[in-house]
């Protein structure tokens, strides 16, 4: 039976789209920058039409106002009405007006006609609402209006202001071809302006981001693939960093991947060697059963050792096949005596008097509150790792030290182990709780410390290097909980003796 093919993502419809949209960034950008330099050039159009109304209609008063002049200029004031008629055609005007201290008279005689109420602009007194709406208010008037302007004298400084009208006709059609001569020069900048910055931002931008995207792709489909990680470029910038942030994933979730097959290879292999294992350790249990019935004092003395050492090596096989596949059991806590959990934990992880020993100030009667079995694995670790250490030292001069001391705080147990080794080598450090990479001896899986960890923070605690060097590390163990200390217990009674007759 074939199981359906599911197409790719980017071939998956996509309902609920009402409008066209190009799908790629290149081409979104290249609309909305477009776009953008368009608006901008609407702006700018209402600004640039007023100043063009305003700029021809002080050239209309300006003529009007010099036209006025060579009337006044003839002490007789004969001119005639054709010569004043030709003067008003030449400045473009119907009437022109001043006023001179308080009244206002004609300057250029004009033949009578039947004149409609021409609308005001007072270029003496425009606020910028006024000014950005008279072109468009000039563009709705109607056929053959007329515009009555007012304006600052210029050539006649006597008059306290000029007055024209004239028909707004031609400064319609002016406008027309203005707004139209813009419309097309903003079009024109909105291409440039919108292709320029397209091919920059495609540059800088775009193909980057998509060369980052195919690395991605690349190393989704196969991540072992050298040719599928990413190039660092040289940037200095946003992409340059993001770059190298990806390079550092892709790492740091290879060497995640690589931990992973380790441990589906590691469970596998102990799921294989399980069973023969837990055969072998049963016939080992049964020899030490019938050492005990031997009735030797010193096999009896060393039996119970070699049973427990027995039961955690089967516990010890079937945890680290368990590890690789499920997280650790939840731990069934009680108040456990430190000092004594530690002296076992010491004697199975080869501390002794004669080589590196361990050393405590814990009172006998201080109590923990722990699982019996998972503090023994977190102790057993990280003794074990101290002496190891120490015993790996180059220049190993004395027999070494492990120092235990028992600290309470805030309603945790905090136990601090110390030893006189060489310290953790600073490549280690910072994973020095990975499984299979936090190993800082040749030959170690990294797996002893990544267990005790774990097994700490099932506890509601955690375990940290608090510090290391030359002269030995520092590691804080802490466990929730302050339990009260162990009650003494009585004295052992004397057998009583019979006194000889």
Request: aromatic share 4%; charged share 25%.
């Amino acid at each position: 039976m074939t199981e359906p093919v599911t197409p790719p993502a980017a071939e998956l419809p996509q309902p609920g789209r009402r409008f066209p949209w190009p799908g790629g960034l290149s081409a979104r950008l290249l609309l909305l920058t477009a776009l953008f330099v368009a608006l901008a050039g609407l702006v700018i159009l209402p600004p640039a039409l007023a100043t063009f109304e305003k700029q021809w209609l002080l050239d209309r008063v300006r003529a009007a106002e010099l036209a006025s002049t060579i009337a006044d200029a003839d002490p007789e004031r004969r001119v005639t009405d054709k010569v004043s008629q030709q003067l008003l055609d030449q400045a473009g005007v119907v009437i022109v007006a001043l006023q001179v201290d308080g009244a206002r008279r004609l300057v250029l005689p004009t033949e009578p006609r039947s004149i409609k109420p021409p609308y005001l602009v007072d270029l003496r007194r425009q606020n910028p609402g006024s000014w950005l709406a008279a072109p468009f208010f000039t563009l709705k008037s109607a056929p053959g209006s007329l515009v009555r302007v007012m304006a600052e004298p210029r050539f006649r400084q006597e008059a306290e202001f000029v007055e024209i009208v004239l028909p707004d006709g031609p400064l319609k059609a002016q406008l027309v071809v203005t707004f139209w001569r813009l419309a097309a020069v903003t079009l024109f900048v909105a291409g440039l302006a919108g292709g320029l910055i397209y091919l920059s931002l495609n540059f800088l931008l775009v193909r980057p981001m998509q060369r980052i995207t195919k690395a991605m792709e690349r190393f989704r489909a196969d991540p072992e693939n050298p040719q599928a990680r990413v190039v660092v470029s040289r940037r200095r910038d946003e992409i340059g960093r993001a770059e190298a942030e990806l390079d550092l994933m892709q790492s740091d979730l290879l060497a995640a991947l690589q931990a992973k097959a380790r441990l589906a290879a590691l469970g596998e292999a102990v799921a294989k060697i399980n069973h023969d294992l837990r055969n072998m350790l049963t016939s080992a249990q049964m020899a030490s059963d019938r050492l005990a019935a031997l009735g030797d004092p010193k096999v009896a003395q060393a039996l119970p050792r070699l049973e427990r050492a027995l039961d955690r090596a089967i516990t010890l096989a079937t945890d680290v096949m368990a590890y690789g596949k499920t997280k650790e059991p939840a731990p069934v806590t009680r108040p456990l005596p430190l000092r004594a959990a530690l002296e076992m934990a010491a004697e199975d992880s080869g501390l002794q008097p004669g080589g590196v020993a361990l050393e405590t100030v814990i009172d006998a009667r201080e109590q923990v509150l722990a699982d019996p079995d998972q503090l023994h694995r977190i102790l057993t670790n990280l003794l074990r790792n101290a002496r190891e250490a120490i015993e790996g030292a180059p220049d190993r001069s004395r027999r070494g030290k492990v120092f235990v001391e028992l600290r309470r705080a805030d309603g945790m147990s905090v136990l601090r182990l110390s030893d006189d080794g060489p310290g953790v080598p600073e490549k280690a450090r910072n994973n020095l709780f990975q499984p299979f990479v936090g190993s800082v001896r040749r030959g170690g899986t990294g797996l002893g410390l990544a267990i005790a960890r774990e097994l700490a923070q099932g506890h509601g605690g955690d375990l940290v290097l608090v510090e290391t060097g030359p002269g030995g590390s520092v590691f804080d163990l802490t466990l929730a909980g302050t339990p009260d200390p162990a009650p003494e217990a009585p004295p052992t009674p004397k057998p009583r003796t019979r006194s000889k007759p």
